[in-house]
């Protein structure tokens, strides 16, 4: 159905050795990204390699209340995330929720930004995080063609785009722990590199790091 309304196309599928378990870390342009990145699942030999494991979706708890979308959602195995950043329990729950999928080795798919945005803003650390500590390899996830869409068309041309959904190679988390540093460090740097590979295949820019000071 992507594919026929959207135009979608998948690229590099070939720099994914299967099954997995993976972390899928996307950009978020629009509110449709989950399910963008989730066909990438449901084709050829993707559907075929990871079988009957699902991968499991990081979405924002609010998304239960948008109509048809929420629906959809609930009917899916996701970690539910809110946007308040400041209840730490909630934050510890949903970590562990999504290192309990990985080590039974499903895959999880998330858009790192934490909000959709229509320049590329600072990753949230989730992706980093769970991947030092299962030891699962990140795999970038670049959503072209996703800026605006639905939300910036009249409502005739609203199913119709041009959307891409490349892959890069998985990043192994050993290497950032071999190249040392606190864990705090270790973290942020490659949260860093997931956000610089997932950069290199947009087609719109980055935000200002000066205007998060």
Not at 151 to 168: A, K, T, W, Y
Request: glycine letters at 8%.
């Amino acid at each position: 159905m992507m594919k026929r309304a959207f135009g979608l196309r998948i690229r590099n599928m070939e720099f994914v050795p299967l099954p997995g378990p993976y972390i899928f870390a996307s950009n978020h342009a629009s509110n449709y990204d989950l399910f963008l990145a989730l066909a990438v699942f449901c084709d050829g030999s993707m559907k075929q390699g990871f079988g009957e494991v699902f991968p499991v979706p990081v979405v924002w708890r609010g998304m239960l209340d948008i109509p048809i979308l929420g629906s959809l959602i609930n009917a899916l195995p996701c970690v539910l995330l809110s946007h308040d950043l400041g209840r730490e329990e909630e934050r510890v729950a949903a970590l562990r929720e999504m290192i309990g999928h990985l080590r039974a080795g499903r895959c999880l798919v998330m858009s790192c930004e934490g909000r959709r945005c229509d320049a590329l803003t600072q990753f949230q650390q989730g992706a980093a995080f769970v991947s030092l500590h299962t030891k699962v390899p990140v795999v970038p996830i670049s959503l072209r063609g996703a800026l605006g869409l639905f939300s910036g068309l009249s409502r005739p041309d609203r199913f119709h785009g041009n959307v891409e959904v490349i892959l890069h190679p998985p990043i192994d988390p050993a290497k950032f722990e071999e190249a040392g540093g606190t864990r705090a460090e270790i973290v942020a740097r490659f949260t860093e590199v997931i956000r610089d590979t997932v950069a290199a295949d947009l087609d719109y820019g980055m935000e200002d790091a000066s205007a998060r000071q």
